[in-house]
């Protein structure tokens, strides 16, 4: 999980080589230090990031696992599933993000005493959480079903019902991570320059008009770069749905992530895993150019 | 003024006070509406909390029993876990100790390799620098969870399988990306004039380094540094793949192993989960303003 300073890198870069022509560059033994200092960093690139993604393409590389692909029937249903998964989480997320970093900018001080509380979900680890998720729906036992039970009424068997469980992880998922999005949120929103918000009192637009001429105008940009930056990090998503649902029932609800190391390990089949993950690509690189486009743009925006 | 009659005078009141009574009810309405949207966002937040809670206090054998309430409070699951005293936590204390481990050079590493390549590329500025900073963001196009295969391949081909520094390998190649994007923002407020001076005066790269960058980006740091710390040890995948033996495997994946059997001691796991939980959350709030303040500044400034 990496965070929203990524947003800047963009234009950022751009900056920095405009200024590079009036500083000369470094020369002598001071490029050498230069080169020394960037060396550590270029290692482990080259071994933990470019080496592996070159070794995957490389165990992908047979194209007879792709027809195996297609006619695996866990396989389409994991796609279904993967795009249920981020479709749903990262879109239901981010305008409950948008929503609650607006009702977190009221002033009433146990509003302020609750955004402490409200992060609580992000700086606990992430096991720990989805463990408590998940036995929190299994059985006739978790506290759940013993919850609604209170209420007379007969909770279901959560795991054992394919959109039951597909809808638990992406609840868990939000859960999870909602607090960061929405602190992002609320970060862009302080950010825009108080007179705005008066200017448009004093033209007499209400809560709903400042909303969709004010405040959706100027963060509109950071809601699709964080949306963006949510839907690559949710494709890749492992650790909940390998916690909250394992999978069940019958692999039913697994996503690329986990059904990659069901192949590779449960059916002794790595490369048919790999490809697996891999034919997320097609979707994830043009994903990546629109988040570089978005990122350029944020400097005209705001 | 004197045209003005009673009648007129007092219509006019009328409409004052229902204009008054508008801006009361409508006060009212905000003041119910933010009550119940509070109260949503605590039973939201503390539902999977509490839930953890309660099982940790609860005698070994009363977690199956439908109730939301512990009938018998017990700290008998905590005291089990601090002296490894159920045979799933015989090496609880080996097992902490190594997430520590791992979390410390991660956090070290990044701060390191971080500071290092920002300091190469931002402030002495070395040709062609760019090009480090838009490949590291190839490590963004591809999920970490897609390339656990290939790694897990690779470890093994180095020996490296069932070895904290393979997982530390990895978790700094995923978090310096994000560490360059903070620090290259936050050195963009301080002037490059400093380092110039500092050159002029005679000191060499490294005392530039030592003595006026790395002071002056303290607060960078300590953001980059809480957020390499917790992406350590909200980590799972590369844990639970790298690390198998009893004695070289970490927190959350002995947690997770907790899972696999159906008759495992659930109140030592939910007690391992909240000390292990501690940690990041003691650090969270104890930071809570500067990791805040570094993720604004990463993000919206605008």
Not at chain 1, 69 to 82: M, W
Request: glycine residues 6%; proline residues 5%; contains cysteine.
């Amino acid at each position: 999980m990496s965070s929203i300073g990524q947003v800047l890198a963009g234009p950022g870069v751009r900056r920095q080589l405009r200024r590079a022509a009036w500083h000369r560059a470094p020369r002598g033994s001071e490029l050498v230090w230069a080169l020394a200092f960037l060396v550590p960093y270029a290692a482990v690139f080259l071994a933990f990031v470019v080496y592996p993604i070159g070794y995957g393409l490389w165990m992908a590389r047979d194209p007879s696992l792709y027809p195996d692909l297609l006619a695996n029937p866990l396989y389409a249903r994991t796609v279904v599933n993967t795009a249920l998964y981020v479709g749903l989480g990262v879109n239901v997320m981010m305008f409950l993000a948008l929503v609650l970093s607006g009702f977190f900018m009221r002033r009433r001080w146990w509003i302020k005493a609750l955004l402490p509380v409200f992060m609580l979900p992000w700086a606990l680890p992430a096991v720990p959480a989805f463990v408590s998720f998940h036995w929190m729906l299994i059985g006739e036992e978790g506290l759940i079903n013993s919850l609604l039970a209170l209420l007379g009424v007969q909770g279901p068997l959560w795991f054992h019902d394919r959109a039951l469980a597909l809808g638990s992880n992406i609840v868990a998922y939000i859960w999870k991570w909602l607090p960061f999005w929405t602190l992002t949120f609320l970060a862009g929103r302080t950010a825009i320059p108080q007179e705005i918000y008066e200017a448009a009192d004093v033209d007499g637009a209400d809560g709903f008009r400042r909303f969709t001429h004010v405040i959706l105008p100027l963060l509109g940009n950071l809601y699709l770069v964080c949306t963006l930056l949510c839907t690559l990090w949710t494709i890749g998503d492992f650790t909940t749905v390998a916690l909250v649902s394992e999978g069940a029932p019958a692999y039913s609800t697994d996503v690329l992530a986990t059904l990659g190391l069901h192949y590779s390990f449960e059916a002794a089949q790595p490369s048919l895993g790999v490809a697996a993950v891999l034919s997320a690509l097609p979707v994830l690189i043009p994903l990546t150019i629109l988040l570089m486009r978005a990122l350029e743009s944020r400097e005209v925006q705001l | 003024m004197s045209t003005i009659t009673a009648e007129a005078r007092l219509a006019s009141s009328r409409v004052l006070s229902r204009a008054h009574r508008a801006v009361r009810r409508r006060h009212y309405l905000e003041l119910a509406g933010t009550t119940v949207l509070s109260i949503a966002i605590i039973v939201w937040t503390i539902v999977p909390i509490y839930n953890m809670v309660m099982i940790s206090l609860e005698p070994e054998g009363d977690v199956f029993t439908d109730h939301i309430w512990p009938r018998v409070w017990s700290i008998e699951s905590f005291w089990g876990v601090l002296t490894q005293g159920h045979w799933y936590l015989e090496h609880f204390w080996r097992q902490f100790a190594n997430s520590i481990y791992m979390g410390a050079m991660v956090t070290i590493l990044t701060l390191a390799i971080g500071t290092w390549t920002s300091f190469s590329i931002g402030r002495m500025r070395i040709r062609y620098g760019w090009l480090v900073s838009n490949a590291a963001l190839l490590t963004y196009v591809i999920p970490a969870s897609f390339l656990a295969i290939p790694f897990y391949r690779i470890m093994q081909n180095y020996g490296m399988a069932n070895n904290l520094w393979s997982v530390i390998a990895a978790l700094v190649a995923f978090a310096t990306p994000y560490a360059f994007f903070v620090l290259q923002e936050y050195g963009r407020s301080i002037p490059i004039e400093v380092d110039e001076s500092a050159r002029i005066d005679g000191a060499s790269p490294v005392q530039i380094y030592l003595r006026i960058y790395l002071p002056l980006m303290a607060p960078a740091l300590v953001a980059v540094g809480t957020y390499a710390m917790l992406l350590a040890w909200n980590e799972y995948l590369y844990q639970f793949l790298l690390l198998s033996s009893k004695s070289s495997m970490t927190v959350p994946v002995a947690l997770a192993q907790f899972l696999s059997s159906d008759q495992s001691p659930w109140n030592f796991m939910m007690a391992t989960a909240i000390i292990y939980a501690a940690p990041p959350v003691a650090i969270y709030y104890a930071f809570r303003r500067r990791m805040t303040a570094g993720l604004t500044m990463g993000g919206v400034k605008g």
